[in-house]
């Protein structure tokens, strides 16, 4: 499944500063960054339900915020990029 | 189940891959090109001289099941790096007595062999049905190299030992590379091929199929690995050092259906034309590298057509298929299936 990955992470203190570091290491082990703290994985649920307990793990539920929406399997036609900075197609040919 | 992922090709010199936390990081020229996580890939296949992997991204790959292989540009393999030996050594004792053990060898072999002649004649009754009526001489080629290879597939499977069997292998082959171009529309004239030539490759249809061979070895040899087997203890082909001679076995059922068919596709559909090819002054014909990275592509796109496997009778990917029969092969090492069931393409 696809998933798409939302946060924002109170950077007011330094610790705060860490986790939003974290936070975006823990998204970028799982998928591609698509925007400054928006991400886009293709995982399995096993591979969600890992991320998700290592997400909750690094925020402070009082201060920061984190958003998962399920795009599902068929998520190529739910997906659409206008702009700078494309992004690759994890199913598509991966070339360089 | 082993589930299809993504195969990340990298054609580009100067290419550094190493290991960002759970990804792999192409850097270029000190910049970041690509940044893919690993469990979204099985296999890494780089195709240039100039190209190196941190031991961190070895170990990594290693430890999540992707492959890593290293080719020149125009295909010929490197080197592959592996972790420890992993799998079942109780298989692959049982995989080394059969190999020594000439009449296991041929009852895997045959099938092998019958299978790939089978999947050779499909594509020509294919070429026959679709656009066989075109002209009466190709009409007529067709239908002689299809005639002549039928009884080929029956003597293959009661051959009484493999030297025998490799001489119906040979005949075979070299009756459908005369009337493989025969299966282009349309473009014979540019694209004539006179049987089968390779190291170097000939004419441009020998340098596609070299090179499609190539990937298909990436692909069986991984998926045999990843089953427990080892790639380099065959049945039909002999050992030699250095030889993968189980994915070469593995590879035959394969050639024709996914292969060759690759080629007639990117020819016939005129995604690649003579302008694609260059010849070297020794008579070697060469991919230029624009048209390699059309053949990689479509490669990956035939890889992610579904189809139904027809003695698992499961929704697989062409992908996977490599790994289902190397499976197989492991169930029947196992004493779990009677015969080797070859693939065999509709």
Sequence with gaps: M????????????????????????????Y???????????????????????????????????IRIYNLGSNWQRRVEHHGAKESYDVDGTLMV | MRRHLNTLFVTLEGAYLKKDGAAIDIR???????????????????????????????????????????????????????????????????????????????????????????NSRTNIQRALRDHGTKSIDRMD????????????????????????????????????????????TGCEGEFAMKGR?????????????????????????SALESCGLDPQCGFLHKDRPGRPSLALDLMEEFRACLADRLVLTLINRKQIGRGDFQKEESGAVLLKEAARKKVYAAWQERKQTEILHPFLNEKTTVGLLPHLQARLLARLLRGDLDGYPAYLQK
């Excluded at chain 1, 096993?46 to 920061?64: F, G, M």
């Excluded at chain 2, 420890?84 to 895997?108: H, P």
Aim: aromatic share 6%.
């Design chain 1, 2 to 29: 696809y998933v798409l990955i939302a946060y924002d992470v109170s950077t007011k203190t330094p610790s705060g500063q860490r986790r939003l570091r974290r936070v975006a290491k823990a998204c970028l082990d």
């Design chain 1, 31 to 65: 998928g591609q960054r698509v925007q400054n703290s928006v991400f886009e994985c293709k995982v399995d649920p096993a591979q969600l339900v890992d991320l998700k307990t290592r997400l909750l793990s690094i925020i402070n539920v009082d201060t920061d915020s």
């Design chain 2, 28 to 118: 270029h020229e000190g910049k970041s090109r690509l940044r893919v996580p690993l469990h979204n890939l099985d296999g890494i296949a780089c195709f240039a001289w100039d190209c190196s992997a941190s031991a961190a991204l070895m170990a990594a790959c290693a430890e999540a099941n992707v492959s890593l292989s290293f080719h020149n540009p125009n295909g010929k393999f490197l080197a592959a790096s592996n972790g420890f030996t992993t799998g079942n050594v109780l298989l692959r004792r049982e995989q080394y007595r059969r190999a020594d053990r000439e009449e296991d060898c041929l009852a895997i072999a045959s099938h092998l062999v019958a299978a790939k002649i089978a």
């Design chain 2, 141 to 184: 080629t067709l239908r002689m190299t299809s005639d002549a290879l039928y009884p080929k597939i029956r003597s293959a499977l009661v051959a009484e030992d493999v030297d025998s069997l490799r001489g119906i292998e040979g005949e075979a082959a070299a009756c459908y590379f005369l009337g493989f171009s025969s299966m282009l």
């Design chain 2, 197 to 221: 030539s390779r190291r170097p490759a000939r004419d441009p249809i020998n340098a596609l199929l070299s090179l499609a061979y190539t990937l298909l070895m990436h692909d069986c040899r």
